[in-house]
C-alpha cells in the first residue's frame, strides 16, 4: 500500500489560493478638481479583488492599479483619450489621495473613497 504515498509525494504540496487583500471589497471613489479646467466632481465605483484595483463597469471608465496590503494605492483611470494618474491611501473603510491629467487641458486635484460592500 505504499502506492498512495508515493503519489502524494510526487504531487508536491498543493498550491496556496492567492491571499485576500483587506481592502478586497467595493469601493465609491469621488474625485474633485483643484487646478486647471476639469469640472468634477467625478464618481467612479471600482472594486478590489486580491489588491488589483479594477472598475466597477457600466461607467464608461477603465480603472486599474493595485491597493498594497499596507492600503497604498497607485493607479489609472482612462476615459477616452484622458488617462488620470493616482496615489493615495486606504485606512479602514475610507481613503483619499491625489490624481493629475496631463496633456493639452491639464487639471489635478483630489480624491476621496469609501468601502461600500
Known amino acids: 500500500m505504499l502506492l498512495p504515498a508515493v503519489c502524494l509525494v510526487?504531487?508536491?504540496?498543493?498550491?496556496?489560493?492567492?491571499?485576500?487583500?483587506?481592502?478586497?471589497?467595493?469601493?465609491?471613489v469621488v474625485a474633485t478638481a483643484e487646478t486647471g479646467t476639469c469640472t468634477?466632481?467625478?464618481?467612479?465605483?471600482?472594486v478590489i479583488r486580491d489588491g488589483v484595483v479594477d472598475d466597477a463597469g457600466g461607467n464608461g471608465v477603465n480603472a486599474s492599479g493595485r491597493a498594497g496590503a499596507d492600503g497604498?494605492?497607485?493607479?489609472t483611470i482612462r476615459s477616452g483619450l484622458?488617462?488620470?494618474?493616482?496615489?493615495?491611501?486606504?485606512?479602514?473603510?475610507?481613503g483619499q489621495g491625489r490624481w493629475s491629467l496631463a496633456g493639452i487641458s491639464p487639471c489635478a486635484g483630489r480624491w476621496t473613497a469609501r468601502r461600500t460592500g
Request: charged share 15%; proline share 9%; no cysteine.
Open 10 to 28: 510526487l504531487a508536491g504540496p498543493a498550491s496556496a489560493a492567492p491571499s485576500a487583500n483587506r481592502f478586497d471589497g467595493a469601493w465609491s
Open 72 to 75: 497604498r494605492i497607485t493607479g
Open 82 to 94: 484622458a488617462t488620470v494618474s493616482v496615489t493615495g491611501r486606504l485606512r479602514g473603510a475610507a
Open 40 to 46: 468634477g466632481p467625478y464618481r467612479y465605483p471600482i
